[in-house]
């Protein structure tokens, strides 16, 4: 009797085992996917009245994220079941089924064998294709197709996983109402909707990282097409560019004091604002353009009530009164940091160029004390007649012909205690920024040639940084001179308004972002590598 329930147990055991889903060991490696034996319902069935969906596949299968990967058009529901039977998927529908409607369930990467991960595939129609299935409940399957491409609105990278969504109403906002059919975008960037029915829909795209089918106005990318689709037939090479776009309208959130320093904050970055007062003051953006320093004039007041109307980057303004304030509290005292980008002199241009920045606005500048310097006994002074100061953005730009025969092996700039003056009557430090003199010999030369019908646009040269090292504007025939021996990236942006800068989307204004288009070379690669003393081009710019 004892041996008996031992071998009970024994079989029991054995059972068990042979019944659990696991990857066989050893053999050759599994290349084979699984492929579909049955729908229920039935590929372009119609008049589907089940409850559920029932695929059956040739071997075992697995799940791979399927609420993320298995998408259904339009939604079930966000509690939509996926329930596996060995080589059956069965799904359940959180939400009955529409009447009348047809759906469109994309698998992508959802279903894989067991072994080898091998993502499942079609073979009905005699060639392998991505797992698809449509039906209708109603007497008539919808056909019609939304396809295209979603890519970066500023550079070559192509974003992944792009949730792309159909709105089939006019009254709806993207940040609060979900989509009536929507799609994944592939890691090439391709997206295709199907089945749909003819009608009028608006088109958008975004990243959708929370995963609620809403687009978040801070922390996602998103683009759009700006004119209503009417889809009446095949509808592919659609392109949406993506880009960041902060569209909370701007607020003054609060304004404080200390001495003669006034803060005024928003709640989000600004791109410009204006004052307007009685009085003259000095102000300058700080924190990120999230705030507007403004010193307090000296006069008898105590209080100042001013007009500031600031504007941010979708052109949506804040315009208010507020006052300004002095008290008679020690003001903390701030650093007066200056910064100076690397000088460049052009041995045959003779042009003199250095851009700086500093943390306080000026109150004043002593040319005299910056000077090219040969050794301890020799210096050159420099005036600088063509200075330009941006007071918003506490920045100097340096620029200026000076004809020098010839200079040091190691030529150095400098600046004195004292060049600049701020606003709290601190003195600028010792600066000694090095000279980089350029000429033919040592640079390239780019000639770019562009075929277009575009009346304005900007041809940009990007370094690896992806920072533009020179650009031209409206010109068709270019020579881009004295350019480091580096790889460089030559872009266009089309400028539809002929501004001379690149313009965002702009949501409230239903306006898409101004295309930029890359210059692709004949092995269809966009890096163009440069030399010292080279003369690349002329260069064909097609767009």
Same mark, same amino acid.
Not at 309 to 338: C, G, H, M, P
Not at 476 to 502: C, H, M, Q, S
């Given at each position: 009797m004892k041996y008996a329930r031992l071998l009970i147990l024994l079989l029991w055991y054995l059972a068990m085992s042979c019944a659990t889903q696991t990857t066989p060991m050893g053999g050759p490696k599994d290349t084979i996917p699984p492929t579909v034996l049955r729908y229920s319902p039935r590929e372009n069935q119609t008049n589907f009245a089940g409850k559920q969906i029932e695929i059956e596949f040739s071997e075992a299968i697995q799940l791979n994220n399927p609420k993320e990967e298995i998408i259904i058009i339009p939604s079930t529901g966000k509690k939509t079941e996926f329930k596996l039977k060995t080589t059956s998927l069965i799904i359940v529908p959180e939400l009955p089924w529409r009447d009348s409607t047809t759906y469109n369930v994309n698998f992508r990467e959802g279903v894989k064998d067991l072994t080898e991960g091998n993502v499942a595939k079609d073979r009905s129609s005699g060639q392998e294709s991505d797992l698809h299935l449509a039906f209708s409940t109603g007497p008539i399957i919808d056909t019609l197709v939304i396809a295209g491409t979603v890519s970066s609105g500023i550079n070559e990278l192509i974003p992944e996983n792009i949730t792309v969504a159909l709105y089939n109403t006019d009254t709806f906002d993207i940040f609060e109402d979900t989509p009536d059919y929507f799609t994944k975008s592939s890691k090439d960037g391709r997206f295709a909707i199907t089945n749909l029915k003819a009608g009028r829909y608006r088109l958008y795209a975004f990243q959708d990282k929370n995963k609620n089918l809403k687009a978040e106005t801070r922390s996602e990318k998103f683009g759009f097409k700006a004119d209503t689709i009417r889809l009446d037939s095949m509808t592919r090479g659609l392109q949406i560019?993506?880009?960041?776009?902060?569209?909370?309208?701007?607020?003054?959130?609060?304004?404080?004091?200390?001495?003669?320093?006034?803060?005024?904050?928003?709640?989000?970055?600004?791109?410009?604002?204006?004052?307007?007062?009685?009085?003259?003051?000095?102000?300058?953006?700080?924190?990120?353009?999230?705030?507007?320093?403004?010193?307090?004039?000296?006069?008898?007041?105590?209080?100042?009530?001013?007009?500031?109307?600031?504007?941010?980057?979708?052109?949506?303004?804040?315009?208010?009164?507020?006052?300004?304030?002095?008290?008679?509290?020690?003001?903390?005292?701030?650093?007066?940091?200056?910064?100076?980008?690397?000088?460049?002199?052009?041995?045959?241009?003779?042009?003199?160029?250095?851009?700086?920045?500093?943390?306080?606005?000026?109150?004043?500048?002593?040319?005299?004390?910056?000077?090219?310097?040969?050794?301890?006994?020799?210096?050159?002074?420099?005036?600088?007649?063509?200075?330009?100061?941006?007071?918003?953005?506490?920045?100097?730009?340096?620029?200026?012909?000076?004809?020098?025969?010839?200079?040091?092996?190691?030529?150095?700039?400098?600046?004195?205690? /004292?060049?600049?003056?701020?606003?709290?009557?601190?003195?600028?430090?010792?600066?000694?920024?090095?000279?980089?003199?350029?000429?033919?010999?040592?640079?390239?030369?780019?000639?770019?040639?562009?075929?277009?019908?575009?009346?304005?646009?900007?041809?940009?040269?990007?370094?690896?940084?992806?920072?533009?090292?020179?650009?031209?504007?409206?010109?068709?025939?270019?020579?881009?001179?004295?350019?480091?021996?580096?790889?460089?990236?030559?872009?266009?942006?089309?400028?539809?308004? /002929?501004?001379?800068?690149?313009?965002t989307a702009i949501y409230p204004q239903n306006r898409e972002p101004e295309k930029i288009v890359y210059f692709l070379n004949t092995n269809k690669k966009s890096e163009t590598p440069l030399r010292a003393n080279w003369e690349v081009g002329p260069l064909i710019f097609k767009f």
């Open positions: 560019p993506m880009v960041n776009i902060d569209t909370r309208r701007p607020k003054l959130t609060s304004s404080r004091n200390q001495s003669n320093v006034n803060i005024i904050r928003f709640n989000k970055s600004m791109t410009d604002y204006h004052i307007i007062s009685e009085h003259k003051f000095l102000s300058t953006f700080t924190n990120n353009q999230t705030e507007v320093t403004a010193y307090y004039p000296e006069i008898d007041i105590d209080s100042l009530m001013i007009s500031i109307k600031a504007i941010d980057s979708t052109q949506q303004i804040v315009d208010t009164l507020i006052y300004i304030k002095r008290d008679d509290r020690d003001k903390i005292k701030e650093k007066f940091n200056v910064s100076a980008s690397e000088a460049v002199y052009n041995l045959e241009t003779n042009v003199f160029e250095m851009q700086m920045t500093f943390s306080k606005p000026l109150k004043s500048i002593n040319p005299d004390s910056i000077y090219l310097r040969y050794d301890s006994l020799t210096r050159i002074p420099l005036t600088f007649k063509s200075l330009k100061i941006d007071t918003m953005f506490n920045r100097l730009s340096i620029k200026e012909t000076v004809r020098i025969d010839s200079l040091p092996l190691s030529p150095k700039v400098t600046l004195a205690p /004292g060049y600049l003056i701020s606003i709290d009557n601190d003195s600028s430090a010792l600066m000694v920024p090095a000279i980089k003199a350029v000429d033919s010999p040592t640079t390239a030369m780019l000639i770019v040639y562009v075929e277009t019908a575009e009346p304005h646009f900007i041809i940009q040269l990007l370094n690896a940084s992806d920072k533009v090292v020179q650009q031209s504007f409206d010109q068709k025939k270019i020579t881009f001179k004295y350019l480091n021996p580096e790889v460089l990236t030559i872009r266009a942006i089309i400028d539809k308004n /002929g501004n001379g800068v690149w313009d």
